[in-house]
């Protein structure tokens, strides 16, 4: 399945399951990015995320996946590099290019693959924050979610950031970024770098977030990561979507690749 049909074939998707046929929160049409040096990040990226959904976007190094997330989000301007093709709507609106700032106000936060802690500063101190512009009482609903969500960081509130272990640092990025009170949450290499016994609890805490409501697009490298968690994945090579579908279509390819399919034929 290639680019052009990958979003009519997601709403069939989504409606073939019976849900309601939204309109997508997200839609990124044929994005091109150019760095500052005049290299091409990404060469004519399309993908929808719906409300609430899980996408994944996963491919080796160099894919352009994290070009997609920093475009999307507004941070690529801030490096003076820019969207010079396709756009970027948001809930009807088109976003193309617009400010990091912007992008917030609009909901669309995103957790990098830089994890931005503050380590001298204590988990509490991390997560009060990011609150600023969040009403009082949704606030405090969201505390109580990640308190619920994160139990570990709830003890450990008055360490200082830097001396929470790895995952832990992840679990507060992404609790920094759930307080933002996202209506999209962008995820740069959810498990880079952390113990495989860690995964399970990243990947539970990304569908609690997409189950409270919240669409989340989850970067990765392996398509281990996206096939655990993802309604709708989109494989990049390049600089390009190479093929895009449900998380069934790429299980049904990992399957084959792990020799089940010579199994069911010697079966037959
Ligand atoms: N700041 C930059 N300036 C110039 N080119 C860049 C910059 N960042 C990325 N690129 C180029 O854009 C392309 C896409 O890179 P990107 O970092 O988006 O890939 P990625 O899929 O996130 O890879 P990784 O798995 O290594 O994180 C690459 O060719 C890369 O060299
Ligand atoms: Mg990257």
Do not use: W
Not at 21 to 31: F, R
Not at 103 to 115: F, K
Not at 175 to 198: V, Y
């Amino acid at each position: 399945m290639m680019i052009g049909q990958s979003v009519q074939n997601h709403r069939d998707e989504v409606s073939e399951r019976g849900e309601p046929t939204a309109p997508p929160l997200m839609h990124v049409e044929d994005l091109r990015v150019r760095y500052r040096n005049g290299a091409i990040g990404v060469h004519g990226i399309s993908f929808d995320v719906f409300p609430g959904s899980v996408v994944a976007l996963f491919g080796p190094n160099g894919a352009g996946k994290t070009t997609t997330l920093r475009a999307v989000s507004g941070f690529v301007r801030s490096e003076g590099s820019r969207v010079v093709n396709g756009e970027v709507v948001l809930a009807g609106h088109n976003v193309t290019n617009s400010p990091p700032h912007k992008m917030a106000r609009r909901g669309v936060s995103l957790v990098s693959e830089r994890r931005k802690i503050f380590p001298n500063m204590t988990v509490h101190d991390n997560l009060r924050a990011m609150k600023t512009r969040v009403p009082k009482r949704r606030q405090i609903e969201l505390t109580e979610q990640i308190d619920d969500m994160f139990p570990t960081l709830l003890s450990r509130r008055q360490l200082a950031a830097g001396r929470l272990s790895g995952g832990q640092q992840q679990m507060l990025a992404l609790a920094r970024g759930i307080l933002s009170d996202p209506k999209l949450l962008l995820i740069d290499e959810l498990t880079m770098g952390l113990h495989h016994s860690l995964h399970e609890s990243l990947f539970d805490a990304v569908r609690r977030i997409s189950n409270a409501g919240t669409a989340v697009v989850v970067v990765d490298e392996s398509a281990g990561l996206a096939l655990q968690m993802a309604d709708y994945c989109y494989l990049m090579a390049n600089g390009r979507v190479v093929q895009s579908g449900p998380r069934s279509l790429f299980e049904d390819q990992a399957m084959v690749a792990g020799g089940y399919v010579d199994g069911r034929e010697a079966e037959q």
